[in-house]
């Protein structure tokens, strides 16, 4: 069996540079198809700020890392809000080609 990926998901983000947030670290890990948040304080929650209600993300992380795959953001611009207390932390993924979703394995009996 041969398995290959047509189109792979391409997305770029637009950091906050403000000082206040230089304490949480927000990036693609290496293969550029996962969120990374990492921070020494706590991450409380992380959600979108979108317009539309039906794809967006609201996690109660209430960790010091959190990976989000890219799979899970929608086409276009998606304004991330990561809330450290009292912080918020606003920045931008804009996915230009969605990732592929993974698909469900289901098992078939055969008589």
């Excluded at 998901?9 to 990036?27: C, E, P, R, S, V």
């Excluded at 198809?33 to 209430?62: E, F, G, M, P, Q």
């Amino acid at each position: 069996m041969n398995f290959a990926f047509a189109q792979k998901g391409k997305a770029t983000i637009y950091k906050n540079k403000n000082f206040q947030a230089a304490g949480l670290y927000h990036d693609f890990n290496r293969t550029k198809d996962t969120l990374v948040l990492r921070s020494d304080k706590k991450i409380n929650y992380l959600y979108t700020a979108n317009h539309s209600a039906k794809d967006d993300i609201n996690v109660r992380v209430d960790s010091n890392t959190y990976k989000l795959p890219l799979n899970k953001l929608k086409k276009g611009r998606n304004v991330l809000v990561a809330i450290q207390s009292p912080l918020k932390i606003v920045f931008v993924v804009e996915v230009e080609k969605e990732f592929p979703k993974p698909v469900d394995e289901t098992l078939i009996a055969v008589d």
